[in-house]
């Protein structure tokens, strides 16, 4: 087996609850990562996280440009969004396009936590969409269900 270099991934988004596909997304761009020889630390996001780089006043253009500019970023597909296109309607990402890698889900795979809530909410099964212990961790702190104190904005 080829040596692999170190891959240093930070993630942001509300993993919540924390998804298959969200451990996924270390995955697939440590994947991309060691296909490129690009030995760094990154901010690894999906590409509905990329999309609220142009949310007005949700992120700092300092921070943006930080990011892209000291660390860069990996950013993994999702159904229903163009990575390339957000990258090309910001110019601090365009600026700094060569430091953002955009990594393919081999799987396309629609789950989303907005859908595991809306789920769970319903009584619906969840089972081989979370890991077993995340799923034993909301079953015990009754977590949302209808009884629960948590309200879904999105349902």
Known sequence: MKSRIPVVLLACGSFNPITNMHLRLFEVA??????????ELKLLCGADV????????????AH??????????????????????YILGLPILQKYQHNIHLAREPVQNEISATYIRR???????????????????IKDHNLYTKDSSWKDNNT
């Open 64 to 85: 943006i440009q930080e990011i892209v500019e000291k660390f860069g970023l990996v950013c993994v597909g999702r159904a229903g969004h163009d990575a390339e296109r």
């Open 119 to 137: 789920a769970l909410s319903q009584g619906q099964s969840v089972k081989y969409l979370l890991p077993d212990a995340v799923i034993a961790y």
């Open 30 to 39: 440590r994947d991309h990562l060691h296909k490129t020889a690009v030995p």
């Open 50 to 61: 990329l999309k609220t780089f142009q949310t007005p006043n949700l992120w700092k253009d």
